[in-house]
């Protein structure tokens, strides 16, 4: 069987690992090939390779969307063609109303934000000053975990931390360096950072070790739990970060759409959960990733 | 003053006034009063009158960088005057755009070429005046129609659906004029519209003028030849620096009082061509053939020898020294350099051989516009002098330039000026010094005194007689016949890609030269 | 530098008159067809099935493009005046979002207007268009008139529309469209759309005197000026077009994703541009068809079409993309030249 | 000429030299000083600080443009030939990768080589410098002998060259440097590499006759043919030296991140670009200085230290960044044109 995989992004360290596990999964399978195509973060192309795929005969297609919102609309597309289509990691907008022969396999963003948040307020004993740092404005991942860091810190135990700043490093270390270093240098203080992802966190960390700061004073959570990020949660200077299981959502996902392409029956919904990984148990995942 | 104050009228009025033929009688079809234009660091117009009278032919004279396309550029809406009035048929008037000039009935042919080379020969002369169809497309058979017609009442013989940038300069000055005569306006001004034709072109748009003028159109034409002024003007008008000298009827005057106004003071020779002994042969051209150009050229030239090269317009005169050059290498034939075989296959292996060549196209293969005039005229000669390690040598290479602009009298406020601000006689003059600093021995000119006054004309001969007495071997293309008569040793006559003749300086004459451009 | 000014050295003073030239587009499409040629064989040999009897292919190779081919009809007139414009891809993404916003049903939570009911569809489609033209006439006027060069002016913009699409619902996206509004992104309508806009465009710049002006000002700024062209009024008018044909762009974008989010149309500015360059129009100014950006766009189409077809692995796709389009304008450029000798 | 009317005149017949005009930098410096100013006002008023009495600040204003600088001084030489390159984002994007690669301590599981000792520094770089060159060499000998515009050569070395970095590790990072190689990118270094590379390249323009070739390459591509110049040997040179550029550029980044990653350097060469023209490189070619490209780099940087300095919000960010680009643009021209009159 051919199943077309269509990614949001190349350009995106978790999103590799997930790439990934279902090209590896794969090819543990036997006749199966996965096809994949790199949407780059563009809603519309990635709808015209899921035309492309539906156009080049696949058996079955992953998506793994850019946008939720666009989920009904690609839905819609692969009914009309009885092409089988699993979402993978993004839930599409039309999550519960799937129509047949399509699933979804993964996570909700918001719980990654929910954890990272709660271990950091609990760390910083629910006062303190934190800033927030985003990732690309508009995107899913950006909104929905920053949301849920909102929305931690809007309860009880939480409100004692005040977010003094908060802006976009486009997920990615270099911006995040410098944003920080620009806080910094405009005496911002802070005793957390919340960052969207681990990427971004570890620039973080960069700026306040170069400008001095000492890390055990800055709580900083990320998301991701890549393997960077582990090592420098082994170094101490990471304190929080996110495990989404990508194995468990790629294998997940190449499973479920052979099931379909091959006509057997399927969870319509697989949430696979995220992990809170801190120093304690730092150990089991430093292998998993 | 006895006229009325009057505030000046709009132009899309006087449009409107043009239309309705209720055109006011004034004794001057166009006047300007008291014009003053300044540029950044240059005067370029203090204080001057000129008057137009209806149906006559106003020469403007003056040396290169007088004013005088500044001053019609001022009369053509393109430059606004800082001080002055412009009366048209008594009115006084203030021109803000080229279109309102062309709405009231100025045209203009420009001393540079401004024609689209990506669009047809009638697209470019009838552009914003498109003949139209009911539907508001632009009829293009009826253009060809219009194009055809303009060209057959003005004898030119372009073919109109061609593009611009196919044709050589002559044809481009062509549709140039075609395009002014077209907008049937009551001024015509003509900024040195015969710098790029040769005699049969001249002569032809003479009749074209004199028909004019027999309308009662007024013509303003500015030129540096002087047997030109006799021929087509009624008066004439002489600037010099910016400043106005007088006005003269064209009957009244000779020559030399003509130089002495413009330049004041004499020029006593011409053509200051000297004997000098002849040498070796330097360059040796054998059966030189640029498929469907030219075909077969073979002459030699001696060290110290000039030898002009003559001809009607797409002769290949130009295509022959390009090749020579390297610009456009040739399918067959053989050049020998001093005596050893050469594969002149770009400019580059031409300059590390000696060779200098002033191309015939100023604006296109000539000037870096937006550089300054040290930029300009250093490019050449950095290839082996004033270099050191890398680095050019700053105030030497400047001394040398500021040597040659002194020596061809360049007018500039500086060497740091852009050359796109000179006019173009000054623009030409750093040209010819960009070739001469480089120390050549062998120049190639083509029309090297297109544009340049007599003064600097009388000069740039005088240099390069010098460099033949230095034992340069000069190669001189040149569509003024007296030039080329009075500063060749021998002349070459060529006529539709092929030589059709040598002639020695003593045998040749005007009639013998024609005789073979034309067989 | 345009290589054009490099490549002309064969000259020829009076070529045969009355005999008009091939239209360059012609090279053009013919590296079209041998790309295409080149799919159909590999085809065969490596997934046996043919690569153009396929009708569904077709259609999406040209559907799948067909946004960037609207932009480029709009780039195609700015670059033949010479000029450049970045921001075509943030205008699809700004109007996206906010023709989007009028566009919601009622059966949804509305993004920006909780309380309205369900507009016709001509409502955010005229919405949209406005907003492109709004920003070409921006674009156009500071172009025009305070003389910045059209790269920054447009940089500008492209910026600045970003981040108002961004801003506009603080990231969310707009979804949950009429089915009306919809319907001009289902089946081939973005392909009629294009095709209708890319027509009526052919006719205006070879046909009318805004076509004529268009090509002058790009060949001679100052010949244009001189003949009494207005050119500043002119660099608006085809600013806005531009402008305003994004704009319907990002309408298209919108009801073919049936919602409409901040980051749309990224990167658009650029394959619309390289669209163009690829279909013969010149950076310089002054040439530039829009036959040959129609074939250009559609080479786009073709060459992702056929990555998929020929299941070419995602990696590999991006270096021989490159690789594709410079070897067709190589193979266009070699071609244009020796035909001329 | 002799005569007595010359000294009434402004104009002088013989050409006075040394009369150098005032350099075009100033004006767009004196934009600089003025956004700087605002700031500081700003700052004042809202913040309570001073926005430039702070080393700190001052050093990360230039230090996070300090890459896009030494791109963009590359790119400066491409743009005053009149050419364009688009690729300088991908190529550090594909020289951090492969250089970095080459830059892993033993202490970490290698990408790619995985049972190699831990490098000198200089083997990374030097590896992250030639890399780049050839992806100059690539785009230089194309744009030279195949005659085809620049945008289309280095479009397709954009994308390529993007896809190299994607494909080489296949997606992976690459992390855990050597503290060697990551101290390149440590402190103020970047600042040092970036300022040391302007200075280098604006006595190349100036003082050398690589320099003046280059301009005039730019102004006059026939005239300096004719003047003897090797253009495309000269091209071939300038795009190299744009391409070791941003290879030095990838390997910087690297450094400073400590990691390498695929998606490193997407669309620097827009901000290079941006940078040189607000500098007052023209695009049209033969106009343009390293000193205004420095400029123009810190121009964005101040800008985005700014922001952060005054709490601009995110979505706001843009939309005022697109606008000041464009105002200091427009501050510029017409400062240069009141000076003219
Ligand atoms: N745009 C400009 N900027 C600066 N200086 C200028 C500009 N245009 C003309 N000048 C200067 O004004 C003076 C007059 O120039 P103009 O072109 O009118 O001379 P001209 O009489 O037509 O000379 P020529 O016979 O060489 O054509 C010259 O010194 C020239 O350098
Ligand atoms: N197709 C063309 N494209 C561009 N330039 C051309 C073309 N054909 C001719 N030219 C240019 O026109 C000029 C005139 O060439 P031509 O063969 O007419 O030489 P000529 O006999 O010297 O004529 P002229 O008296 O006009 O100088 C040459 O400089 C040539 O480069
Ligand atoms: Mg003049
Ligand atoms: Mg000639």
């Known amino acids: 069987e051919t199943i077309g995989v269509a990614m949001s992004l190349f350009d995106d360290n978790w999103l590799t690992g997930l790439r990934h596990s279902m090209e590896d999964h794969a090819k543990g399978l036997k006749d199966v090939t996965v096809n994949t195509e790199d949407g780059q973060g563009d809603i519309a192309k990635q709808q015209s390779q899921v035309d492309n795929f539906i156009a080049a005969g696949v058996d079955g297609i992953v998506i793994m969307l850019v946008d939720a919102d666009a989920g009904a609309a690609i839905s819609k597309r692969a009914a009309e063609a009885g092409i089988p289509l699993v979402f993978v990691n993004n839930a599409p907008s039309n999550v519960d109303s799937l129509p047949d022969k399509q699933a979804f396999v993964g996570s909700n963003e918001e719980q990654a934000g929910t954890l990272e948040t709660e271990t950091v307020c609990k760390m910083l004993g629910g006062k303190g000053k934190a800033v927030i740092i985003q990732g690309q404005l508009g995107t899913t991942g950006q909104r929905g975990r920053t949301k849920a860091t909102h929305d931690v810190l809007a309860t009880d135990a939480c409100k004692g931390i005040e977010v003094v700043d908060e802006q976009s490093a486009n997920w990615m270390r270099t911006p995040s360096l410098d944003l920080v270093t620009n806080w910094l240098s405009a005496g911002r203080d802070f005793d957390a950072v919340i960052a969207n992802n681990d990427e971004?966190?570890?620039?973080?960390?960069?700026?306040?070790?170069?400008?001095?700061?000492?890390?055990?004073?800055?709580?900083?959570?990320?998301?991701?739990?890549?393997?960077?990020a582990l090592a420098a949660m082994q170094a101490g200077d990471l304190d929080v970060t996110v495990f989404q299981n990508a194995k468990g959502q790629g294998v997940g996902a190449i499973d479920t759409v052979l099931k379909l392409a091959r006509g057997e029956k399927v969870e319509k919904k697989t949430y696979i959960p995220f992990e809170l990984v801190t120093k304690d148990n730092l150990a089991q995942y430093t292998a998993k990733n | 003053?006895?006229?009325?104050?009057?505030?000046?009228?709009?132009?899309?009025?006087?449009?409107?006034?043009?239309?309705?033929?209720?055109?006011p009688n004034a004794e001057f079809l166009l006047a300007a009063e008291g014009i003053r234009k300044e540029f950044p660091g240059v005067l370029a117009l203090d204080d001057v009158s000129f008057r137009l009278k209806r149906g006559s032919v106003h020469a403007l004279m003056g040396e290169n960088g007088a004013g005088k396309s500044t001053l019609m550029k001022i009369l053509a809406g393109i430059y606004t005057p800082d001080q002055g009035e412009v009366t048209l048929r008594g009115v006084p008037i203030r021109l803000q755009s080229p279109l309102d000039a062309l709405e009231n009935g100025i045209a203009m042919i420009h001393q540079e070429l401004n024609l689209m080379p990506y669009m047809?020969?009638?697209?470019?002369?009838?552009?914003?005046?498109?003949?139209?169809?009911?539907?508001?497309?632009?009829?293009?058979?009826?253009?060809?129609?219009?194009?055809?017609?303009?060209?057959?009442?003005?004898?030119?013989?372009?073919?109109?659906?061609?593009?611009?940038?196919?044709?050589?300069?002559?044809?481009?000055?062509?549709?140039?004029?075609?395009?002014?005569v077209s907008y049937e306006s009551d001024v015509l001004i003509m900024d040195e519209p015969t710098s790029a034709l040769t005699e049969t072109e001249v002569g032809h748009l003479f009749s074209i003028i004199r028909d004019l003028r027999s309308h009662g159109i007024g013509i303003v034409y500015i030129t540096h030849k002087m047997n030109e002024l006799f021929e087509i003007s009624d008066e004439f008008s002489v600037f010099r620096d910016g400043r106005y000298i007088g006005t003269h009827a064209a009957s009244d005057v000779t020559r030399d009082d003509i130089i002495k106004m413009m330049v004041g003071r004499e020029i006593t020779q011409m053509f200051p061509k000297e004997d000098v002994a002849i040498g070796d042969v330097v360059l040796s051209v054998k059966n030189l053939t640029l498929k469907g150009v030219f075909e077969n050229v073979s002459f030699d030239v001696r060290a110290g020898e000039i030898m002009g090269v003559a001809g009607l317009v797409g002769s290949g005169r130009s295509n022959v020294a390009e090749t020579i050059f390297g610009v456009t290498p040739a399918s067959s034939g053989t050049i020998d350099l001093y005596g050893k075989r050469v594969d002149i296959k770009s400019p580059a292996v031409a300059i590390q051989n000696h060779m200098a060549f002033l191309t015939e196209d100023r604006k296109d293969t000539g000037c870096l516009l937006i550089l300054d005039i040290l930029q300009n005229m250093q490019v050449a000669v950095l290839h082996d002098r004033f270099v050191k390690g890398g680095f050019v040598q700053e105030s030497a290479v400047e001394k040398a330039c500021e040597d040659m602009a002194k020596r061809l009298r360049v007018k500039t406020p500086g060497l740091f000026e852009r050359i796109e601000n000179l006019s173009g006689g000054n623009q030409q003059k750093v040209l010819i010094g960009r070739w001469l600093l480089t120390n050549p021995r062998i120049l190639i000119l083509d029309e090297p005194t297109r544009g340049i006054d007599v003064g600097a004309k009388a000069e740039i001969h005088r240099i390069v007689t010098e460099f033949a007495k230095a034992g340069v071997a000069v190669l001189m293309i040149s569509s003024e016949m007296p030039e080329v008569l009075g500063m060749s040793d021998r002349i070459m006559v060529m006529h539709e890609g092929k030589v059709t003749g040598f002639l020695d300086r003593s045998e040749a004459t005007q009639v013998k030269v024609m005789e073979l451009a034309s067989r | 530098m345009e290589s054009k000014a490099l490549a002309e050295t064969a000259t020829q003073d009076h070529p045969a008159p009355r005999k008009r030239r091939l239209p360059t587009e012609l090279s053009i499409f013919l590296v079209l067809v041998g790309i295409a040629l080149v799919y159909e064989i590999l085809g065969w040999i490596f997934v046996h099935q043919s690569f153009l009897m396929n009708s569904q292919r077709l259609t999406i190779m040209v559907l799948q493009v067909s946004v960037i081919g609207i932009i480029a009809v709009g780039v195609t007139q700015v670059i033949i005046t010479g000029g450049i414009d970045l921001s075509s891809g943030s205008v699809v993404g700004m109007t996206a979002m906010i023709a989007a916003g009028f566009a919601q049903s009622s059966t949804w939570t509305r993004a920006i207007y909780p309380n309205m009911t369900d507009l016709p569809a001509i409502i955010p489609i005229a919405t949209g268009i406005l907003i492109g033209l709004a920003a070409g006439l921006v674009n156009g006027w500071l172009i025009a008139y305070t003389k910045i060069p059209p790269f920054i002016a447009t940089l500008g913009m492209m910026v600045s529309a970003r981040g108002i699409s961004k801003w506009y619902t603080k990231g969310q996206p707009v979804s949950g469209l009429t089915d009306q509004f919809n319907f001009i992104g289902s089946g081939a309508?973005?392909?009629?759309?294009?095709?209708?806009?890319?027509?009526?465009?052919?006719?205006?710049?070879?046909?009318?005197?805004?076509?004529?002006f268009t090509y002058a000002i790009g060949a001679n700024p100052q010949a244009a000026r001189v003949s009494g062209i207005n050119i500043e009024a002119h660099l608006i008018k085809v600013y806005a077009i531009a402008g305003a044909l994004a704009g319907l762009a990002g309408i298209v974008t919108a009801a073919r994703a049936q919602t409409a989010q901040s980051g749309m149309g990224v990167m658009y500015e650029l394959d619309a541009i390289a669209a163009a360059v690829i279909g013969g129009t010149s950076l310089a100014g002054g040439v530039g068809r829009i036959t040959g950006t129609v074939i250009g766009v559609i080479i786009l189409g073709v060459m992702s079409s056929g990555f998929t077809f020929l299941r070419v692995d995602a990696y590999y796709q991006e270096i021989i993309k490159g690789a594709i389009i410079v070897a067709a304008v190589v193979a266009d450029v070699y071609r244009q030249k020796r035909k001329k000798v």
Do not use: C
């Not at chain 1, 960390?205 to 393997?227: E, F, H, P, R, Y």
């Not at chain 2, 006229?3 to 409107?16: F, G, K, L, Y």
């Not at chain 2, 030119?156 to 300069?169: C, G, N």
């Not at chain 3, 309508?189 to 009526?200: G, N």
């Open chain 2, 1 to 23: 003053m006895g006229r009325p104050v009057m505030t000046s009228i709009s132009p899309s009025t006087m449009a409107a006034v043009r239309r309705s033929g209720a055109v």
């Open chain 1, 200 to 228: 971004m966190a570890l620039g973080a960390i960069q700026a306040l070790k170069a400008s001095g700061k000492s890390m055990d004073k800055v709580v900083v959570g990320g998301v991701d739990a890549t393997a960077d």
């Open chain 2, 120 to 180: 047809t020969v009638a697209e470019n002369i009838w552009i914003r005046r498109e003949p139209r169809n009911r539907l508001g497309f632009v009829n293009h058979g009826e253009m060809h129609r219009m194009t055809a017609d303009l060209f057959k009442r003005l004898r030119i013989d372009i073919d109109p659906e061609i593009e611009v940038r196919h044709l050589s300069v002559a044809s481009r000055q062509m549709v140039e004029i075609a395009k002014a």
């Open chain 3, 189 to 212: 309508w973005p392909v009629i759309v294009f095709l209708v806009v890319a027509l009526i465009f052919h006719i205006a710049l070879r046909y009318t005197r805004y076509g004529k």
